[in-house]
């Protein structure tokens, strides 16, 4: 079977055998297609019709406001899925975009398909919709983080809180975030220049060092307390 090798790494379907699979597929109405970095996956405002499996590659869920401001909403990677929430929630359109940051494989997955149950309630149907809560939850709790981050009264706290957090999460000073600087400044939602800024007057004061999407935590500053 195509793909199983990517599909059985996932927290979804780790539970099946390739005939499961294959038979989850057909259930599932699925698809595969593969974009290029900068593509969209799906576009915000576009009918929603799919949940979205990040197979290979990563991408960003990005919400454009009225202004045309972007703001990026969290970074999806292998075994992630976008578009959940907005099934159970019944939307018609999808909230964000789904934007490629890598060349990346997706399985679509027709939504209704998805989180009505089969009519012969097969075990399997049960154990991707079990997942699929947990995942759910994974990911709420990931928006807590970020809201947490937000939360902050300035630049230097946002982006302390977000490295602190990252750090504490790789248990290491030293680690590797998924965002450059203009998209780390998209996701705390602050002017990049103001976070180049404070990124290089935090480095001269020696709390941190870094280079590209590589950092060390050198001192925590208050976040020691």
Do not use: W
Request: aromatic residues 10%; glycine residues 2%.
């Amino acid at each position: 079977m195509e793909h199983f090798t990517e599909l059985k790494a996932t927290k979804i379907f780790s539970f099946s055998s390739e005939f499961e699979c294959q038979a989850m597929m057909f259930c599932f109405k699925t698809r595969f297609k593969t974009f290029d970095k900068n593509q969209k996956i799906v576009s915000q405002g576009e009918p929603m019709n799919d949940v979205a499996l990040i197979l290979k590659g990563s991408a960003n869920v990005e919400n454009i406001d009225s202004l045309g401001n972007i703001s990026i909403v969290m970074r999806l990677k292998k075994g992630d899925v976008y578009g959940v929430e907005s099934a159970y929630a019944r939307d018609d359109v999808y909230k964000d975009s789904l934007i490629a940051t890598e060349k990346t494989l997706v399985m679509f997955m027709d939504s209704h398909r998805l989180i009505t149950p089969c009519e012969n309630r097969c075990k399997r149907h049960d154990l991707v919709v079990k997942n699929l809560m947990r995942m759910m939850a994974e990911s709420n709790i990931r928006l807590l983080d970020k809201l947490t981050h937000m939360a902050k009264k300035n630049i230097r706290d946002k982006v302390l809180s977000y490295l602190y957090s990252i750090s504490q999460k790789q248990q290491s000073t030293y680690f590797e975030i998924p965002f450059n600087v203009t998209e780390l400044a998209n996701y705390l939602s602050v002017d990049r220049s103001a976070l180049s800024n404070e990124l290089s007057k935090l480095k001269k004061e020696g709390l941190i060092d870094y280079e590209k999407k590589q950092y060390h935590l050198i001192k925590k500053d208050k976040y020691d307390e």
